[in-house]
């Protein structure tokens, strides 16, 4: 069988993707796959902050129009770019086992956030990296910064600012994790919704790449996931909002399990924030994820009223 992968070109969404692909030909060696580059409105516009661009989707829609168009049999996305609503006819089918989620801080000479001096630089294009590093450290000039991972590494490098936030997930995947100076708790810096975790998705038609995908999805990261998108969903959230929504699974003695989701959202300047959070025993399906999520969002809005 043979199928085309549909990625954006940046060395970290063909790294991610690269490493899918190799883990799908390990599970069905006869599968032959073919690299469909795109370049999406979000690559293209790199000037601006995200939060001035337009919502959630800049790194999705062109991709999306290649397996509507039959271009593409498959995409990888990263799931935090995914809209909560994807198009008629598409669906993410497989959700891989999550790399980690958390936020990190680089910064060489300075090391950890409580070391930064007074009034540094950090750069962050995140609205939601921008209220969550106020929070903790008022005094911080926060400086826009657009571009893939080696180009903020590299603006650092060159002196632009104090120090970074990045996903750890990105640099663990591009084999830069020794660039990572602090890793940034959830209690510091609540991750994206659907940090770390890729989508794959495909026609909602295509039964027999449906098929091939199961064999890589991740029940547990898929559960997180779908929580902490209808967080998403029930705020309404896209790049124009600083939103954080975490999922995490966890075991307790007897053999329980159980769902933690924490979440938040503020205005752009940080201001009127509001945060909830919810545990409930381990959902029976990713919809009674969802409708947590859902749940814990609709809780959050009234809060806002």
């Not at 043979?2 to 063909?14: E, N, V």
């Not at 090391?111 to 995140?126: D, I, Q, W």
């Not at 921008?130 to 903790?136: D, E, F």
Request: glycine share 8%.
């Amino acid at each position: 069988m043979k199928l085309t992968y549909a990625t954006r070109r940046s060395a970290l969404a063909l790294a991610q993707c690269r490493a899918f692909v190799a883990r799908l030909k390990a599970a069905h060696p006869d599968l032959e796959m073919i690299e469909e580059q795109v370049v999406t409105t979000g690559d293209k516009i790199q000037d601006r902050p995200l939060s001035e661009v337009g919502g959630k989707g800049l790194f999705v829609k062109e991709i999306e129009e290649a397996l509507l168009e039959r271009r593409a049999d498959l995409a990888v996305h990263s799931i935090k770019d995914v809209p909560g609503v994807l198009p008629d006819g598409l669906v993410i089918a497989c959700i891989p086992t999550r790399e980690d989620p958390r936020d990190v801080l680089v910064s060489p000479k300075h090391g950890g956030l409580a070391k930064l001096p007074e009034g540094a630089k950090v750069g962050t294009s995140s609205l939601r990296r921008a209220v969550s590093l106020r929070a903790s450290r008022p005094d911080l000039t926060i400086v826009p910064m657009r571009g893939n991972v080696d180009t903020r590494l590299r603006k650092l490098d060159e002196g632009e600012c104090d120090a970074i936030v990045l996903a750890r997930a990105g640099l663990v995947r591009l084999g830069l994790e020794h660039r990572a100076t602090e890793v940034l708790e959830p209690e510091i810096s609540l991750p994206a919704v659907g940090q770390g975790a890729l989508g794959i998705e495909c026609r909602m038609d295509d039964d027999a790449t449906r098929t091939l995908l199961s064999a890589l999805h991740d029940e547990a990261t898929s559960r997180c996931v779908a929580a902490e998108r209808g967080v998403m969903v029930a705020l309404e959230g896209d790049c124009k909002t600083p939103l954080g929504a975490y999922g995490e699974r966890r075991v307790l003695g007897g053999g329980m399990i159980e769902l933690h989701l924490r979440a938040f959202i503020c205005d752009p300047d940080g201001s009127n924030l509001r945060r909830a959070e919810e545990t409930v025993a381990w959902p029976a399906s990713d919809d009674d994820a969802r409708l947590l999520g859902e749940r814990l969002g609709a809780t959050i809005r009234t809060a806002r009223a």
